[in-house]
């Protein structure tokens, strides 16, 4: 079952029917659809899916896509997920609504996720693969205390183009080197 996990400012919880205003929103916004796979134009049926699909995916078992929203927990700021792969290894995206960036909101929500994933799903190593034309996202990676290991070429497909990744991790004995 998805958690709900704060840190006092920022709070990661399961998503709700009545989001789907607030995940619209969102997701008219150009520099999430450069860097993300949502579908454009963004509408209202598209958000009534991808909360269904997130119900599913609870239903299912499969962890775990979470609301970011603020301390209370209501306002929806952004979204975040875990998605394992293979081999104990996992991969975490996310989006940060445009009103609400540049004040740690990722950074804070990347580390909250990644330590519940480490500690409660025992996984032994996570990934954030970044584009190298996406520095606000690399400093989200390394702020929530992920390291750089190098890139990986022609490794993302997003709207009929081929990019690079940049791939960060965390392991398990990384966790309290966080800045
Ligand atoms: C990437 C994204 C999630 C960041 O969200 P955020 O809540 O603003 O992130 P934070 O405030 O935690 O950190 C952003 C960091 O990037 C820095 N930053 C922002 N724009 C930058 C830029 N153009 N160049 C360099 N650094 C930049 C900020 O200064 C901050 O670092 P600092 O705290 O050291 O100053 C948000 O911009 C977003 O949703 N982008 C579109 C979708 C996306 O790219 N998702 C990630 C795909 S891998």
Redesign the pocket.
């Known amino acids: 079952m998805t958690p709900t996990l704060t840190d006092g400012v920022v709070t990661l919880r399961p998503w709700r029917a009545e989001d789907v205003d607030a995940v619209v929103g969102i997701c008219q916004?150009p520099?999430?659809v450069?860097?993300?796979r949502i579908p454009v134009p963004y509408t209202r049926d598209d958000a009534l899916m991808f909360l269904a699909q997130q119900v599913a995916r609870e239903q299912r078992g499969d962890v775990a896509s979470f609301a970011i929203a603020d301390a209370a927990g209501e306002a929806v700021?952004?979204s975040i997920d875990v998605r394992p792969t293979a081999e104990g290894r996992a991969t975490i995206?996310?989006?940060?609504?445009?009103p609400?960036?540049?004040?740690?909101?990722?950074?804070?929500?990347?580390r909250l996720l990644s330590r519940w994933a480490l500690e409660e799903l025992g996984l032994a190593r996570l990934e954030?693969?970044?584009?190298p034309d996406?520095?606000?996202?690399?400093?989200?990676a390394e702020?929530a205390g992920f390291r750089r290991e190098g890139v990986l070429r022609s490794y993302l497909e997003s709207r009929g183009e081929r990019h690079d990744a940049m791939i960060f991790s965390l392991l398990p004995e990384d966790v309290g080197s966080a800045s």
């Open positions: 916004d520099e999430i450069r860097f993300t700021l952004g995206g996310y989006l940060v609504a445009a609400a960036r540049g004040r740690g909101v990722a950074s804070r929500a990347v954030i693969h970044v584009r996406n520095p606000a996202s690399q400093r989200v702020r």
